[in-house]
């Protein structure tokens, strides 16, 4: 079972960045789309940017042309960069495969808050 650990959350205002790091255990992490996913308090977990294990990459409409998803398959590592975030990205991130049915088990996440 591989097991994911996100990084890179934090407080940051309107309009900054953030960059967060996803860590994954295993051998075979190049094979699979990951993606990142955020949970904002009282809402379900939704697809933020996913990444083919080619590099192809795909973003909710909220946030395309703001955050930008990319992948280090020697390192096990999936990067979501942050800009000009607004107080609505507020939520937790997680990473997983892009392919939700066949998730792994959910790593703890990593809290993201903008605002001023």
């Known amino acids: 079972q591989v097991q994911l650990a996100e990084s890179g959350g934090g407080l940051v205002q309107p309009g900054g960045s953030l960059r967060l790091s996803c860590a994954a255990s295993?051998?075979?992490?190049?094979?699979?789309?990951m993606a990142w996913y955020r949970q904002a308090p009282g809402k379900q977990r939704e697809l933020v940017a996913s990444?083919?294990?080619?590099?192809?990459?795909n973003y909710a409409d909220s946030v395309k042309g703001r955050f930008t998803i990319s992948r280090d398959n020697a390192k096990n590592t999936v990067y979501l960069q942050m800009n000009t975030l607004k107080p609505e990205d507020t939520a937790v991130y997680y990473c997983n495969r892009a392919d939700r049915v066949l998730a792994w088990s959910w790593g703890q996440g990593t809290q993201v808050t903008v605002s001023s």
């Open positions: 990444i083919t294990s080619r590099g192809i990459t």
């Open positions: 295993g051998s075979r992490f190049s094979i699979f789309a």
